[in-house]
């Protein structure tokens, strides 16, 4: 018997992203939902070759559903997952809300899924931040080989991880700069098209932004707590697919070389690496694709036993919604669920 999953945000970038995957991945549904607010009820979303229309979240009966997937943000989660959790369904949530909770588990499935089965708790998984899932897939293996014990990470964020009003913007900006009207800045702070903007989310006391805590907190969660990392992330004219540039400090000699095969043969992980124009991956080409790319591995002669890379993933999938499912396949392979009866 298949399951019943509830796809909630079904209408954004990375909802939408949701049921394109399931459907991808055949996951073994019998019936998915699209849900979302109020103001969304009755668009329409895909779900392989079928057409789905959104029901309202706050009229669902949640009582024979077995998965939801929650991609509405931490308000909507902070107040539904709970209610959801309680008539049984397990939650995996793509906002930050339940991240930093100590009886939720946050996973990475190539990283830490031995620490799935901790659902229980709350019924509630958490998805990491985008820029964070990509960063552990690629520093897992190397972990494992090496010991990290210091990572300094700069990001180069596309705009949809700040959802559709933020692709749009971009869009629009771009738009006025070749027809040479005024550059008007809503969603962002300043205006992005041909521009950088190195601020995501807000600004906390000691001057880092709220994107940079939760890379150094996430990181620390999913990989290891002795970690130390810092981070910078900036916001690129870029539509989908985040990139970052790492800079790594084992406490064990590593070479280029060796990192570029423990790399090749690890989960999630594929390596485009040939030291000429042209032989990496830039978000353009890793948009639309499953696999966390690494590129440019190198040695730091800066310190010792030192690596310096670039990591490529496309953020609305293995950043959200893969990552996710991924997350819902492992609660059901490792038979940690089972779909409940549902009325004839």
């Given at each position: 018997?298949?399951?019943?999953?509830?796809?909630?945000?079904?209408?954004?970038?990375?909802?939408?992203?949701?049921?394109?995957?399931?459907?991808?991945?055949?996951?073994?549904?019998?019936?998915?939902?699209?849900?979302?607010?109020?103001?969304?009820?009755?668009?329409?979303?895909?779900?392989?070759?079928?057409?789905?229309?959104?029901?309202?979240?706050?009229?669902?009966?949640?009582?024979?559903?077995?998965?939801?997937?929650?991609?509405?943000?931490?308000?909507?989660?902070?107040?539904?997952?709970?209610?959801?959790?309680?008539?049984?369904?397990?939650?995996?949530?793509?906002?930050?809300?339940?991240?930093?909770?100590?009886?939720?588990?946050?996973?990475?499935?190539?990283?830490?899924?031995?620490?799935?089965?901790?659902f229980r708790k709350k019924g509630i998984i958490a998805n990491p931040n985008c820029s964070?899932?990509?960063?552990?897939?690629?520093?897992?293996?190397?972990?494992?080989?090496?010991?990290?014990?210091?990572?300094?990470?700069?990001?180069?964020?596309?705009?949809?991880?700040?959802?559709?009003?933020?692709?749009?913007?971009?869009?629009?900006?771009?738009?006025?700069?070749?027809?040479?009207?005024?550059?008007?800045?809503?969603?962002?702070?300043?205006?992005?098209?041909?521009?950088?903007?190195?601020?995501?989310?807000?600004?906390?006391?000691?001057?880092?932004?709220?994107?940079?805590?939760?890379?150094?907190?996430?990181?620390?969660?999913?990989?290891?707590?002795?970690?130390?990392?810092?981070?910078?992330?900036?916001?690129?004219?870029?539509?989908?697919?985040?990139?970052?540039?790492?800079?790594?400090?084992?406490?064990?000699?590593?070479?280029?070389?060796?990192?570029?095969?423990?790399?090749?043969?690890?989960?999630?992980?594929?390596?485009?690496?040939?030291?000429?124009?042209?032989?990496?991956?830039?978000?353009?080409?890793?948009?639309?694709?499953?696999?966390?790319?690494?590129?440019?591995?190198?040695?730091?002669?800066?310190?010792?036993?030192?690596?310096?890379?670039?990591?490529?993933?496309?953020?609305?999938?293995?950043?959200?919604?893969?990552?996710?499912?991924?997350?819902?396949?492992?609660?059901?392979?490792?038979?940690?669920?089972?779909?409940?009866?549902?009325?004839?």
């Amino acid at each position: 018997m298949g399951f019943k999953v509830a796809v909630v945000g079904a209408t954004g970038n990375v909802g939408r992203e949701m049921m394109n995957i399931l459907s991808e991945r055949e996951f073994p549904a019998d019936e998915v939902v699209a849900l979302a607010s109020r103001k969304s009820m009755g668009q329409e979303v895909s779900y392989g070759d079928k057409t789905l229309k959104t029901k309202a979240l706050d009229h669902y009966d949640f009582s024979d559903v077995d998965i939801c997937l929650m991609s509405a943000g931490g308000e909507v989660s902070k107040e539904w997952s709970p209610k959801i959790a309680a008539a049984g369904a397990v939650v995996i949530d793509n906002s930050s809300a339940w991240r930093y909770d100590a009886d939720v588990p946050l996973i990475v499935p190539e990283v830490n899924a031995d620490a799935v089965a901790g659902f229980r708790k709350k019924g509630i998984i958490a998805n990491p931040n985008c820029s964070t899932a990509q960063l552990v897939v690629a520093l897992k293996p190397l972990h494992d080989r090496a010991k990290i014990t210091r990572v300094v990470v700069s990001t180069y964020q596309s705009v949809s991880g700040a959802g559709k009003e933020a692709m749009e913007e971009l869009f629009s900006q771009t738009k006025s700069v070749f027809q040479l009207n005024e550059v008007a800045a809503k969603k962002f702070p300043k205006r992005i098209a041909f521009n950088v903007i190195p601020q995501i989310d807000v600004f906390q006391d000691d001057g880092f932004t709220r994107e940079e805590w939760k890379m150094v907190v996430e990181t620390k969660k999913i990989l290891d707590p002795k970690i130390k990392l810092v981070a910078t992330c900036v916001r690129v004219p870029v539509f989908v697919s985040h990139s970052e540039a790492v800079n790594i400090e084992f406490e064990n000699p590593i070479t280029a070389d060796e990192a570029r095969d423990i790399l090749r043969s690890a989960p999630g992980c594929l390596v485009i690496d040939k030291r000429e124009p042209g032989g990496y991956v830039t978000p353009y080409e890793a948009a639309g694709e499953d696999a966390t790319y690494i590129s440019r591995i190198r040695e730091d002669a800066t310190v010792e036993n030192g690596l310096v890379m670039w990591i490529v993933s496309d953020n609305l999938r293995k950043g959200a919604a893969l990552n996710a499912v991924q997350i819902a396949e492992c609660l059901i392979n490792r038979k940690l669920i089972a779909a409940k009866q549902k009325a004839a």
